[in-house]
Nanobody, 125 residues
C-alpha cells in the first residue's frame, strides 16, 4: 500500500506556471507507475499525464501535451507535474495516483489503486 499527498496547487493567472508535487510513503515508490488526473467542477475525472516506474517513459493527454511535464524522483519518493502556459480551462482539482499492476501505467483511472486527496488549481485573471 502507498499513501500519496499532493501539494503545489493555487491560483495563477492565464499563461502562468505551477509545479505540483506528489509525495509518496509506504511501499517502495519505484514499484508504481504514476499518473496525474484532474476533475473540473461538473465534469468527469480525466487523465492528463503518466510516467513509468523508472521514469523513462512518459505520456500525455492531447489537451496538455507540450505544456505539461510529468517526472519523478524515486530517491525522494516524489512525482511532479510541471505546468506551463496555463489556461482557464485547466482549472480543476488535480490528483496523483499510483498503479502497481503495470510498468508503464495506463490512461484509465480504474487501473490506479491509490489516490491522493487532490490539490486545487485555479487559472484566472
Amino acid at each position: 500500500q502507498v499513501q500519496l499527498v499532493e501539494s503545489g496547487g493555487g491560483l495563477v493567472q492565464p499563461g502562468g506556471s505551477l509545479r505540483l508535487s506528489c509525495a509518496a510513503s509506504g511501499r517502495t515508490f519505484s514499484s508504481y507507475a504514476m499518473g496525474w488526473f484532474r476533475q473540473a467542477e461538473g465534469k468527469e475525472r480525466e487523465f492528463i499525464a503518466g510516467v513509468s516506474r523508472s521514469g523513462s517513459s512518459t505520456y500525455y493527454a492531447d489537451s496538455v501535451k507540450g505544456r505539461f511535464t510529468i517526472s519523478r524522483d524515486n530517491a525522494k519518493n516524489t512525482a511532479f507535474l510541471q505546468m506551463y502556459s496555463l489556461k482557464p480551462e485547466d482549472t480543476a482539482v488535480y490528483y496523483c495516483a499510483a498503479n502497481g499492476a503495470n510498468f508503464f501505467g495506463t490512461r484509465n483511472a480504474r487501473d490506479y489503486a491509490y489516490w491522493g486527496q487532490g490539490t486545487q488549481v485555479t487559472v484566472s485573471s
